[in-house]
């Protein structure tokens, strides 16, 4: 069974940073881009950050500057997240696609989410 687990996840004040980690298993992302996106209660999913498998890195304008993703081998990745903001609040998801991809629709693995949230 393929699994993407995260963590890290929790309550920060503003201003603040965290680092968030999925691991994968049950299947080897080689060649695989690697995301995470973001759900705010009440709003859609979005796309945070991707990585593809040559490790060029993409971001979403919000968290530009603030937010590096990085991978450590092909099943595990980590978001950085620097001067963090309230509305920066979300549950956050690790997912993986076969294609270079910023859109949910494009993801073929997701991961449970694991709950940021930044207070004021």
């Known amino acids: 069974q393929v699994q993407l687990v995260e963590s890290g996840g929790q309550l920060v004040q503003a201003g603040g940073s965290l680092r968030l980690s999925c691991a994968g298993f049950?299947?080897?992302?080689?060649?695989?881009?690697m995301g995470w996106f973001r759900q705010a209660p009440g709003k859609e999913r979005e796309f945070v950050a991707a990585i593809s498998w040559v490790a060029n890195a993409y971001y979403a304008d919000s968290v530009q500057g603030r937010f590096f993703i990085s991978r450590d081998n092909p099943n595990a990745v980590s978001l950085q997240m620097n001067s963090l903001k309230p509305e920066d609040t979300a549950v956050y998801y690790c997912a993986a696609a076969r294609v270079l991809a910023t859109t949910t629709s494009e993801y073929d693995y997701w991961g449970q989410g694991t709950q940021v949230t930044v207070s004021s």
């Open positions: 049950g299947h080897t992302f080689n060649g695989y881009t």
